[in-house]
């Protein structure tokens, strides 16, 4: 069954450790650079379609330079679930790239005050 919750188990197993550009994480799995981008879309063709459903949330995923999955929400459900995912997934990595700044930023201070 391929649906958003098996997209985004598969994406659960990848280390994203650095945000992109356009709402886009970087990782790596089994030494392979891995991109993940969501976009929202907006409804045009459809007028019925833009009163259910007016954005859409859409993956695609990128593996070793090659677009190897993709997903466009299909309810309201699969863009909350979307978006939550990446909500989380941005938080993790910005508290770690603060993590690390901050870390670099004391060894930077230690090593400019013993000169």
């Known amino acids: 069954m391929n649906n958003l919750t098996t997209v985004l188990a598969k994406l659960d197993k990848v280390n994203f450790t650095s945000l992109g550009d356009n709402r886009s994480f970087n990782g790596e799995l089994m030494g392979k650079k891995v ?36 997903w466009g929400c299909e309810n309201t459900k699969d863009n909350a679930e979307l978006v939550t995912w990446y909500v989380k997934n941005e938080a993790r990595i910005m508290k770690n790239e603060f993590k690390t700044d901050r870390d670099n930023k004391k060894v930077s201070e230690v090593i400019w005050a013993s000169i």
């Open 35 to 70: 991109v993940a981008r969501v976009s929202i879309e907006m409804e045009t063709m459809s007028a019925d379609r833009i009163n259910e459903m007016p954005i859409q949330a859409v993956i695609s995923i990128t593996f070793d330079g090659s677009v190897v999955a993709g």
